[in-house]
């Protein structure tokens, strides 16, 4: 079973840009496909980016198309999430996901990373 480490976030400014870096331990990540989900305080959590097995596909949710591009790296067993141009309404904690079967419901989770950025 594998186990997620998130790290990466912070406090930024609007503009600004940060890498999210999501570790997989205890089974070989290329096994899974993986995602970045994110809530912000008082709301639903929501999808924001997935990447297949190999890295060959990548599906971002629009509000973030353009800005976050999201990658990995199996022989580091480590995925990554760039964000770019953040802004306020990016502030949320940021959680990876990954599962075995499939990109679009995950079995597995990180304890998640807060990302706010200021105005």
């Known amino acids: 079973q594998v186990q997620l480490v998130e790290s990466g976030g912070g406090l930024v400014q609007a503009g600004d840009s940060l890498r999210l870096s999501c570790e997989a331990s205890?089974?070989?990540?290329?096994?899974?496909?993986m995602g970045w989900f994110r809530q912000a305080h008082g709301k639903a959590r929501e999808f924001v980016a997935a990447?297949?097995?190999?890295?060959?596909?990548?599906y971002y949710a629009d509000p973030v198309k353009g800005r976050f591009t999201i990658s990995r790296d199996n022989a580091k067993n480590t995925m990554y999430l760039q964000m770019n141009n953040l802004k306020p309404e990016d502030t949320a904690e940021y959680s990876c996901?990954?599962?075995?079967?499939?990109?679009?419901?995950?079995?597995?989770w990180g304890q998640g990373t807060q990302v706010t950025v200021s105005s």
């Open positions: 990447i297949d097995w190999n890295g060959d596909k990548t």
């Open positions: 205890g089974d070989t990540m290329s096994r899974y496909a």
């Open positions: 996901a990954a599962d075995l079967k499939s990109y679009i419901i995950f079995d597995f």
